[in-house]
């Protein structure tokens, strides 16, 4: 219905042009929304305000002059001026009506557009060290991570899913002290435990399969344990394939999967982290002070320099992630998004100035970044801050152990990654309206309900007497629930070029408020065919693009509750 009006608006623009009253150039965005109030009609278009400078008129005068252009349209019953020069549309019913079966005839695929097809976008998420389960904000980078993955093959576009391990550098060695400590009966209480040790139940889990011997699968690699207990480097192996296995599991557990695991150490055995510096120093974007090798990423935007290689050796960390995206862009990747916690912020700059000091045609600005603020985990009101298993810290697993995956990838992906969020155990267990994903998924299987209810009375839907009574769906209730609808595909298509998933959660509970509402005051199994099967469609819709909406999110939908 909207591309309906935009068509009609264009049109009159036309016909305006040719008349003299507006500049033959004037080329504007046509925006028609929802209207705010079902009194102003069902859309509204702001294009007399946007052209009565050009077209030297009045916003009012102008829009007069636009409805006197429209060319008659069987879909609009009224069309009015509102406030400063708003144009209102009133839609007939029966058209309005017809996205309900361009619903139920697309099914699944109602919302999906090809807007990005040939292109190809890497969604970097997670990227979890593997020292130890994944935490509640590693939880919330996957659901929002894997969300914006689904939310674009939505618009076509060709996704990799891809994580990023760091398995090189100090805290690997520290697992590894960790581990031959616990082999050897150091507890975390003891003075010898290792300064910067972990100190989670885990380390004991990791250190007693390692010397009984077992073989740990981790994506691209199996790993026998030496049992060893003086083996350091069998040891580090051993256990970051552990704890590779056991984040593997959590994700599985929370329906998370990757197309890429990509090994920090692989940037080094390649040779392409010195390579890379190789190639800093030859673009003279590189010196030397006080032993230490720095990159001038003040010349690219940054506050201040910063330090490469350290004068007591070793790389600092935002060297091989210039490298790791180099390899991105040499992977033919133009469009790369990195899903990680607003504790990178600082990283962005550095990264963007380290790759224009490539010197390697990659655009300003690459890649794109979502960042996400902290979690808060509370029960009864009291924050929850540490797992016994993890030692220190609230994991994925206890969230999905409590509440289920449902309801925390809902929770976790429902408000903006920018804001911080607060993780409600309790709210998350109840079954009543307050918990936004159970009443998401009750407006699902109400639907189901009404239609095996009709089924068992003898009345099965009849989609012919649905379409040709679409006219009957005249209560306010149902325009507005069918006004909702319709612009679920623009909601698709506005949250992918946002990257904000969490659209796609307030849309759900707007569906679900109102459907909620409509089912409380329009009774569907009525006496009237014509009336029952019209509100039937309706139904049915709302259930399609919930599941297809849901399905976004990652989340099922329950045919009963």
């Not at 920090?264 to 974007?285: N, P």
Request: glycine residues 8%; proline residues 3%; hydrophobic residues 40%.
């Amino acid at each position: 219905m909207k591309e309906t009006i935009t068509l009609l608006l264009n049109t009159a623009l036309e016909a305006l042009k040719a008349e003299g009253a507006l500049p033959v150039d004037t080329r504007p965005d046509i925006r028609v929304d929802v209207a705010r109030d079902r009194a102003h009609g069902d859309y509204a278009s702001n294009l007399a305000m946007m052209l009565a400078k050009p077209a030297g008129m009045k916003p009012r005068d102008l829009a007069e002059r636009l409805i006197a252009a429209l060319p008659a349209s069987e879909a609009i019953s009224k069309v009015e001026i509102a406030g400063p020069g708003f144009i209102n549309f009133f839609v007939n019913t029966s058209a309005a009506g017809e996205v309900l079966f361009d619903i139920l005839d697309a099914g699944d695929a109602f919302g999906r557009n090809r807007d990005g097809a040939g292109q190809k976008v890497q969604v970097e998420f997670v990227s979890a060290n593997p020292t130890g389960p994944l935490h509640v904000g590693h939880g919330r980078g996957a659901a929002v991570g894997d969300s914006l993955c689904r939310l674009l093959e939505a618009n076509g576009f060709e996704v990799t899913r891809e994580f990023y391990y760091n398995d090189a550098g100090a805290q690997i060695d520290n697992l590894a002290l960790s581990v031959a400590a616990r082999i050897k009966g150091i507890e975390p209480n003891d003075p010898a435990w290792p300064a910067d040790g972990y100190r989670g139940e885990y380390i004991q889990d990791v250190a007693r399969a390692y010397m009984q011997g077992e073989t740990v699968t981790a994506d691209d690699r199996q790993v026998t344990a030496a049992a060893d207990s003086d083996d350091m480097d069998a040891i580090r192996a051993f256990a970051v394939a552990w704890l590779r296995h056991e984040q593997d599991l959590d994700l599985k557990a929370f329906g998370v999967g990757f197309d890429v695991f990509f090994l920090e150490s692989a940037l080094y055995e390649s040779g392409r982290v010195e390579a890379t510096v190789e190639r800093l120093i030859q673009g003279g974007h590189t010196y030397e002070s006080d032993g230490a090798l720095w990159l001038r990423t003040t010349d690219f935007g940054d506050d201040k320099d910063r330090v490469m290689r350290k004068r007591e050796g070793g790389y600092t960390y935002f060297l091989p992630d210039v490298a790791y995206h180099l390899d991105k862009w040499q992977r033919g990747f133009t469009t790369v998004i990195n899903e990680q916690g607003a504790d990178h912020h600082s990283t962005v700059t550095r990264v963007r100035a380290g790759l224009q000091a490539l010197n390697a045609d990659i655009p300003q600005g690459w890649p794109d970044y979502v960042l996400h603020q902290m979690v808060l985990v509370t029960r009864s009101g009291q924050e929850v801050k540490l797992s016994k298993r993890a030692g220190s810290y609230v994991t994925l697993r206890d969230l999905i152990d409590e509440v289920g995956r449902d309801a925390t990838r809902y929770f976790l992906v429902s408000r903006a990654a920018t804001s911080q969020m607060t993780f409600d155990i309790d709210l998350a267990r109840s079954q009543s309206s307050d918990n936004p994903v159970y009443y998401a998924q009750y407006a699902h299987a109400r639907v189901c309900s009404v239609e095996a209810k009709a089924i068992d009375q003898g009345q099965p839907f009849d989609a012919t007497l649905a379409r040709a009574s679409l006219h009957l769906l005249e209560d306010a209730r149902e325009r507005d629930l069918i006004n909702r609808l319709g612009s679920w595909p623009e909601t698709v298509r506005r949250a992918a070029e946002q990257r904000e998933p969490q659209q796609i959660a307030v849309y759900l509970q707007d569906l679900a408020s109102e459907f909620h509402t409509c089912y409380n005051a329009v009774k569907v199994m009525v006496e009237d065919d014509s009336l029952r099967n019209a509100r039937l469609a309706l139904g049915m819709a709302v259930r399609q693009v919930m599941r297809n909406g849901l399905d976004l999110l990652g989340v099922s939908a329950p045919r009963e509750m």
